[in-house]
């Protein structure tokens, strides 16, 4: 067979097995399952959708691995409970594969985030209650602590926006921005040791705290704006490596 028609076959078959995979989810959807129900053995998903078992059990591994389901060994397959560890993994692994290149897709994950959490700030804000805004102004004070000591800011860093977010109870918002952190942590191995000015950090934590203390979700959602500025200049700065 030639290299072409071998290629042509590989992706067909890719085509198909996306088919089978997209099918089986649609199956849950219309059989009613839900979270912990158990769906049809392979033998009877083989005579449903008219495949072998061998080339089921292979999408019930693919849709195990994009956290569809869960396989039990000895029980059975369900269909499995919210998780986004699967696509947070996956992001994260593209985000730093992209930096030894030209970083487009990190410079997008930013571009995202950037979008969510300016577009997203005032929803949070109207839901923050007043115990959240102190958690929010501890996540300050041990970032203030932490830059004093001369310490590197990045899990308080992360834990402010988290904290930040915390109001809207959205599991997806926050795996997200772990895949960020991921990325963002990569930059900095990336780029080596070299100075980093902790005040500028802790200033543009507390401007957008002071925002949100304040009430004020235009600015605060301009301070958040500005705050990946710095952050995709070191991405330029690690793609014209």
């Given at each position: 067979?030639?290299?072409?028609?071998?290629?042509?076959?590989?992706?067909?078959?890719?085509?198909?097995?996306?088919?089978?995979?997209?099918?089986?989810?649609?199956?849950?959807?219309?059989?009613?399952?839900?979270?912990?129900?158990?769906?049809?053995?392979?033998?009877?998903?083989?005579?449903?959708?008219?495949?072998?078992?061998?080339?089921?059990?292979?999408?019930?591994?693919?849709?195990?691995?994009?956290?569809?389901?869960?396989?039990?060994?000895?029980?059975?397959?369900?269909?499995?409970?919210?998780?986004?560890?699967?696509?947070?993994?996956?992001?994260?692994?593209?985000?730093?594969?992209?930096?030894?290149?030209?970083?487009?897709?990190?410079?997008?994950?930013?571009?995202?985030?950037?979008?969510?959490?300016?577009?997203?700030?005032?929803?949070?804000?109207?839901?923050?209650?007043?115990?959240?805004?102190?958690?929010?102004?501890?996540?300050?004070?041990?970032?203030?602590?932490?830059?004093?000591?001369?310490?590197?800011?990045?899990?308080?860093?992360?834990?402010?926006?988290?904290?930040?977010?915390?109001?809207?109870?959205?599991?997806?918002?926050?795996?997200?921005?772990?895949?960020?952190?991921?990325?963002?942590?990569?930059?900095?191995?990336?780029?080596?040791?070299?100075?980093?000015?902790?005040?500028?950090?802790?200033?543009?934590?507390?401007?957008?705290?002071?925002?949100?203390?304040?009430?004020?979700?235009?600015?605060?959602?301009?301070?958040?704006?500005?705050?990946?500025?710095?952050?995709?200049?070191?991405?330029?700065?690690v793609a014209a490596r």
């Amino acid at each position: 067979m030639a290299p072409q028609e071998v290629s042509s076959a590989r992706f067909s078959a890719q085509l198909r097995s996306h088919a089978l995979q997209t099918r089986i989810m649609e199956l849950i959807l219309e059989q009613g399952l839900d979270v912990g129900d158990a769906l049809p053995t392979e033998g009877e998903l083989s005579a449903i959708l008219g495949v072998g078992r061998n080339t089921i059990r292979e999408s019930l591994k693919v849709l195990q691995a994009l956290g569809v389901i869960e396989i039990r060994h000895g029980f059975g397959t369900f269909v499995a409970p919210n998780n986004f560890h699967a696509l947070a993994d996956g992001l994260a692994f593209r985000g730093k594969l992209s930096l030894r290149h030209r970083g487009d897709e990190a410079m997008e994950l930013v571009d995202v985030r950037q979008a969510l959490e300016s577009g997203l700030i005032g929803s949070a804000m109207d839901l923050m209650t007043a115990a959240q805004r102190d958690d929010l102004r501890s996540a300050l004070a041990a970032m203030e602590d932490a830059a004093a000591k001369g310490e590197p800011l990045f899990i308080h860093d992360a834990e402010f926006h988290r904290r930040l977010f915390a109001p809207l109870r959205n599991d997806l918002l926050m795996n997200l921005m772990d895949v960020f952190w991921k990325v963002y942590r990569q930059i900095h191995l990336e780029l080596g040791p070299g100075p980093v000015d902790l005040g500028k950090q802790v200033r543009d934590h507390a401007d957008i705290y002071h925002a949100v203390a304040a009430g004020d979700k235009a600015l605060a959602s301009e301070r958040l704006q500005r705050h990946f500025d710095g952050i995709r200049g070191k991405l330029r700065t690690v793609a014209a490596r």
